[in-house]
């Protein structure tokens, strides 16, 4: 019996899971001490607690500005005909209309969505005020926009660059393991694999070149940007040795392979 509860093992919580608890609680606690509705805020901290500071501001600028639009929406069709529930989806059609046109059509979903819960308000509330209602529903938005921004800045940052550095060790463990000269000729095993870390590795480069928290975290990321250029050289040389061997110039395969242990020497040394 010992051993079997020995064997089980209780998950632990990830930091992002306990900063989304505490998003949530924020959210929830401000919005009921100033005498809000909850939903909306603890809903948008929930969807603004992302895993890094970049993507938690992405999300809180599409779901701020998607909310204004929303809102600004809402209020139109409160005030000229609210209890016209038909002429909801015509104000949807003409959000994603605008979206398209002016090429913002990330906001286009949240807009949406804002625009759907505030029109289908309750409609047996007396003495309805559109004006008052739609404020309420935006800043209880923003509510949940700011605790999620400010839990995840200050506590415990996440870094983003983890797995950066980790791709970039990757890489160059595989020139240096699977690159080998044999019969003159350069085996490599799963180039494959080796092209799609590359272009994972790029991808972080482009989509975190802009975290905010890359100060604190120390990154150079123009370091890694030198280092991806090498990779995509490595695999140009590496592609020609690979399909082209057969009949090549021994002058061009040589340059080649000396081209290879140059890029490996910059990495070492970078």
Not at 132 to 144: A, Q
Request: overall charge positive; aromatic content about 12%.
């Amino acid at each position: 019996m010992e051993n079997t509860i020995k064997k089980i093992k209780i998950p632990k919580l990830g930091m992002r899971s306990i900063k989304t608890f505490l998003s949530v609680f924020a959210a929830l606690a401000l919005s009921n001490l100033i005498g809000l509705d909850s939903f909306q805020a603890t809903w948008t901290a929930f969807l603004c607690m992302q895993g890094s500071l970049i993507e938690t501001t992405d999300m809180a600028r599409v779901r701020g500005i998607g909310t204004i639009i929303g809102s600004g929406f809402s209020f139109a069709y409160l005030l000229i005909s609210p209890d016209n529930l038909y002429i909801i989806p015509f104000g949807v059609l003409f959000i994603i209309y605008i979206g398209n046109v002016v090429g913002k059509t990330e906001y286009i979903k949240t807009a949406s969505l804002v625009f759907l819960v505030i029109s289908f308000r309750i409609v047996d509330v007396v003495d309805f005020q559109p004006a008052e209602y739609v404020i309420d529903r935006t800043f209880e938005t923003f509510i949940g926009i700011g605790s999620a921004l400010i839990i995840n800045y200050y506590i415990k940052p996440p870094n983003p660059f983890v797995k950066l550095t980790s791709l970039d060790k990757e890489l160059k463990v595989f020139l240096d393991n699977n690159l080998m000269i044999k019969d003159n000729y350069i085996v490599v095993r799963t180039l494959e694999g080796y092209r799609l870390k590359m272009d994972e590795f790029r991808n972080l480069i482009q989509f975190y070149h802009k975290e905010i928290n890359s100060k604190k975290h120390n990154v150079d990321i123009k370091k890694y940007m030198n280092h991806l250029d090498l990779y995509r050289k490595a695999y140009s040389h590496i592609f020609v040795l690979m399909h082209t061997k057969n009949g090549m110039n021994e002058s061009v395969r040589d340059y080649h392979i000396e081209s290879i242990n140059e890029i490996k020497s910059k990495l070492e040394y970078s």
